[in-house]
């Protein structure tokens, strides 16, 4: 499995790539290996200011449903449209085309408590 050592990750399985003041956030190769095939990525808050570890959306594998917590507060500014035709690109490169919303970031002292690749290689046992 593949986890860049540029991103931080938490412990709910998101990842998140900073650029600036904004933060791309996407769901880690784990979590999309451990999904299955994703079928439709659902983001309600397009517009809104999310707290840290609060619910943004959902992504629905064939089997299962699951909600995705934002890793750092901010605005939730944009979802990868490109998902709403192609939801596979969660599975086929979940660091690349399978980002899921950019968000501006409103306290960047939050990527702190994030973990960094060894610390969530711990977590997941790999």
Known sequence: MNFPEELKYTKDHEWVRIDGDTAYVGITDYAQNELGEIVYVDV??????????????????????????????????????????????????????GWIIKVKISDI??????????????????
């Open 44 to 97: 309600t808050t397009i517009g809104e200011t999310v707290a840290k570890e609060e619910v943004f959306g959902s992504i629905e594998a064939v089997k299962t449903v699951s909600d995705l917590f934002l890793p750092l507060s901010g605005e939730v500014v944009e979802f990868n449209e490109d998902l709403n035709d192609a939801p596979e690109l969660v599975n086929q490169d979940p660091y690349g085309k």
């Open 109 to 126: 002292s939050e990527l702190d408590a994030l973990l960094n690749t060894a610390e969530y290689r711990t977590i997941i046992g790999k």
